[in-house]
């Protein structure tokens, strides 16, 4: 069955130090999303993607992130500038098409800021 | 805006236990319920759906009744394994119109033999 992957598995990275976040999502799928989860909150929306842009964007998703579908498999989330509280698991997910198909997410990358 | 509230966790339970995760939401327009599961080390999987009031969605015993009039969506199961520990979150997509999912907090289910 076709997943969404997601690398690394696990990111330690310096406080103002750029990361990026990989994802490849389902091959025939049409819309991509992140989400992140600081332990023991909500999973939250940052940002959904559609036909190469930016289609809705949450309040966390500000001018140090970015997303970028590179080639026509990966799709990524950088982080520019690090900071303590960008400390989370990340998400990958993606739907095929229509708002309210399944979403199906990949393992997650655990971002530690130190 | 749209919000979802789970029962806090962990819940306990024996093998074989009846399980109730109590899940409200607050929504305008008519969302989408889900249930997601996240077993440990891995990622969110979806576990069931309903789209529209009174719609009961149902997989591997589980179930949940969309209740429009309760604002609920409480995930049930008759007799729970050990296999189903893990942490369930209650979620919500296109109360507004927009395509994001609205997580609640999770709920952990841990069961014992």
């Known amino acids: 069955e076709p997943e969404v992957t997601q690398t690394p598995s696990h990111q330690v990275t310096q406080m103002g130090q750029e990361v990026i976040l990989r994802c490849v999502p389902i091959?025939?799928?049409?819309?991509f999303y992140w989400y992140r989860q600081i332990l023991g909150q909500k999973v939250e929306f940052l940002v959904s993607?559609?036909?190469?842009?930016?289609?809705?964007k949450s309040e966390i998703f500000d001018d140090q992130f970015s997303v970028e579908r590179p080639d026509g498999s990966n799709f990524t989330l950088k982080i520019r500038s690090t900071k303590l509280e960008d400390s989370a698991m990340y998400f990958c997910a993606s739907i095929r098409t229509g708002i309210t198909d399944t979403q199906y997410f990949g393992p997650g990358t655990r971002l530690t800021v130190l | 805006g749209d919000s979802v509230t789970q029962m806090e966790g962990p819940v306990t339970l024996s093998e074989e236990a009846f399980l109730t995760i109590n899940c409200t939401y607050t929504?305008?327009?008519?969302?989408?319920l889900f249930w997601y599961v996240q077993y440990p080390g891995e990622g969110l999987q979806l576990l069931l759906k309903?789209?529209?009031?009174?719609d009961k969605g149902s997989n591997k015993g589980f179930e949940a009744t969309y209740r429009k009039e309760t604002t609920s969506f409480h995930l049930e199961k008759g007799s729970v394994q050990v296999s189903d520990s893990a942490v369930y979150f209650c979620?919500?997509?296109?109360?507004?119109?927009?395509?994001?999912?609205?997580f609640g907090k999770g709920t952990m289910l841990l069961v014992s033999p």
């Open positions: 979620a919500l997509i296109g109360g507004s119109g927009y395509s994001t999912l609205t």
């Open positions: 309903a789209t529209k009031a009174d």
């Open positions: 929504a305008t327009g008519y969302p989408s």
């Open positions: 091959s025939n799928h049409l819309y």
């Open positions: 993607f559609y036909n190469n842009e930016i289609s809705e």
